[in-house]
C-alpha cells in the first residue's frame, strides 16, 4: 500500500488563491521531504527539499515566498502555493525517503494537479 | 551541475519484440533508480541499481548500471502493451542528502 500519502489529488481554484498541499509518511519518520514540479510532457523538476524542523532548502529559480514549504513534523509537510496564477498549474508530487535505510528508493505520492483559472 | 539524459526520448515499439532505453549521467553517482509513470500518476519504483555492474530483472524489464561509463539501461524483452508508460532514471547527487536528479524521461508506446 501507499506509504506516502498527498492531498488533494486535484485542485481547480481562481487566480489569487493560495492553496495548500500536504504530503504524509504513513509509516516511517522522513526527516527529509522533497517537492516537485512536472509540467505536461517533461520530467520532474525538484523545487525544494523540507527539512524536519528547520528552513526548507529551494532550487535555484524557485521563489520561497510563493512556495511556502513547512516541516513540522517528521511525517508530515506541507507546500501552499501563495497567489496562484494560472502559470503555477502544474502537477506536484513530493516524495520521502525512509530514514534508516538510506539505500532503498524515495516513495512518492500520488501527486496533486493544480489548476488556476 | 549533474545532469542526466536519456534516450530515446519518445519509443513506439510492436508487440513482441526487445529494446533498449539508455541513461547517461554527468558526474560520478553511486546509486541510480528506474521509475514508471503512467498518465495522469505519479511514479512507480522500478529498481534501485547500487553498485558497477549491478543487474536487476523484473519480469520484461531487466536494468543494469555501469558507473565507469556513467550508463544505465533499461532492457525491455518481447514488449506487451501493458508497458506503455514514461520511464524516468534517477540519480542521487553525491553528498547532496538522497537529492534526485531525474533524466528526461522515455516514452514508451507498445503497439498491438
Known amino acids: 500500500g501507499a506509504v506516502v500519502s498527498q492531498h488533494p489529488s486535484r485542485v481547480i481554484c481562481k487566480s489569487g488563491t493560495s492553496v495548500k498541499i500536504e504530503c504524509r509518511s504513513l509509516?516511517?519518520?522522513?526527516?527529509?521531504m522533497f517537492w516537485y514540479r512536472q509540467f505536461p510532457k517533461q520530467s520532474l523538476m525538484l523545487m525544494a527539499t523540507s527539512n524536519e524542523g528547520s528552513k526548507a532548502t529551494y532550487e535555484q529559480g524557485v521563489e520561497k515566498d510563493k512556495f511556502l514549504i513547512n516541516h513540522a513534523s517528521l511525517t508530515l509537510s506541507t507546500l501552499t502555493v501563495t497567489s496562484a496564477h494560472p502559470e503555477d498549474s502544474s502537477f506536484y508530487i513530493c516524495?520521502?525517503?525512509?530514514?534508516?535505510?538510506?539505500?532503498?528508493?524515495?516513495?512518492f505520492g500520488d501527486g496533486t494537479r493544480l489548476s488556476i483559472l | 551541475e549533474l545532469k542526466v539524459e536519456q534516450n530515446p526520448l519518445f519509443l513506439s515499439m510492436q508487440e513482441g519484440k526487445n529494446y533498449t532505453i539508455y541513461c547517461n549521467y554527468s558526474t560520478t553517482s553511486d546509486r541510480l533508480y528506474w521509475y514508471r509513470q503512467d498518465p495522469g500518476k505519479s511514479l512507480e519504483s522500478l529498481f534501485v541499481l547500487l553498485s558497477n555492474g549491478a543487474v536487476k530483472q523484473e519480469g520484461r524489464l531487466m536494468a543494469s548500471l555501469d558507473t565507469k561509463a556513467r550508463l544505465s539501461t533499461l532492457h525491455i524483452t518481447a514488449a506487451v502493451h501493458d508497458l506503455s508508460a514514461t520511464y524516468f532514471c534517477?540519480?542521487?547527487?553525491?553528498?547532496?542528502?538522497?537529492?534526485?536528479?531525474f533524466g528526461t524521461g522515455t516514452r514508451l508506446q507498445v503497439t498491438l
Open positions: 534517477a540519480v542521487i547527487n553525491t553528498g547532496t542528502a538522497s537529492k534526485l536528479t
Open positions: 516524495s520521502a525517503g525512509r530514514r534508516a535505510v538510506g539505500n532503498q528508493p524515495q516513495h
Open positions: 509509516d516511517f519518520q522522513a526527516t527529509t
